[in-house]
């Protein structure tokens, strides 16, 4: 049972352009998320976060929105840099799951197109 | 360098083979946790340690795995009797946390059974 879901295998994207990256997650007590960016031979690093308590976080080109009622979280890059081709993963933790066992979704290829 | 370091990057064993692969965390770091990849999958949680000791091995998807992590820095997860379903990427990661926050990743050990 796929706890966290990120439907879109992949998504292209023209450079300077708005990104969208969607996650859709099951579990209600979830309560905190992170996404994370993954570059071929190399392991993921975290770009940005945010709290059940917040419906939206801000990092320079990064925001990420969440839902709660829609269990349903996006991750907007504006504008998209060519150096953000990569995978994105979308991850959650809290509840029963435990506030450290982070449970991640399947990951979207970005391709950001010059 | 200042991050997390892990070896063997790349692991070739024959079925029936036992692997070690280590894991290096950030100096000070209290968590620990062990992921494994599968193709175009997401990570998936392993174990969990907090400092020495293993709070959590419900991901361990059987009795031929195992991990330790003693003095509650570098830390081992070993694989036992290796089969072909074993190969995968097998990602550490460690937290200056306790609770939600946070990971920072190794480039990970990429384990192919033959």
């Known amino acids: 049972d796929q706890q966290v879901k990120q439907n879109s295998p992949s998504l292209s994207v023209q450079e300077g352009r708005i990104s969208i990256l969607n996650c859709d997650y099951t579990n209600s007590m979830f309560d905190y998320f992170l996404w994370y960016k993954k570059y071929p031979a190399e392991g993921p690093t975290f770009l940005i976060s945010?709290?059940?308590?917040?419906d939206k976080n801000e990092d320079g080109r990064f925001t990420v929105f969440l839902n709660k009622s829609a269990k349903h979280l996006s991750l907007h890059i504006v504008p998209s840099q060519p150096g953000d081709s990569a995978v994105y993963f979308c991850a959650a933790s809290g509840g029963t799951s435990g506030t450290y066992k982070y449970i991640f979704g399947t990951g979207t290829r970005l391709k950001v197109l010059a | 360098g200042a991050g997390v370091s892990q070896s063997p990057r790349y692991k070739v064993a024959k079925r029936g083979q036992d692997v070690a692969l280590r894991c290096d965390p950030i100096?000070?770091?209290?968590?620990l946790f062990w992921y494994q990849q599968a193709l175009g999958q997401g990570p998936e949680f392993l174990t969990y340690?907090?400092?020495?000791?293993?709070?959590?091995k419900s991901g361990l998807p059987s009795d031929r795995f195992f991990a330790e992590r003693p003095e509650g820095s570098v830390s081992t997860l070993k694989i036992q009797r290796t089969q072909q379903e074993d190969s995968a990427v097998y990602l550490c990661?460690?937290?200056?946390?306790?609770?939600?926050?946070?990971?920072?990743f190794g480039e990970g050990s990429r384990l192919t059974v033959l």
């Open positions: 945010i709290s059940s308590i917040k």
């Open positions: 990661a460690s937290s200056p946390l306790i609770s939600a926050g946070e990971l920072f």
């Open positions: 100096s000070g770091h209290v968590s």
């Open positions: 340690f907090q400092n020495e000791a293993q709070l959590d």
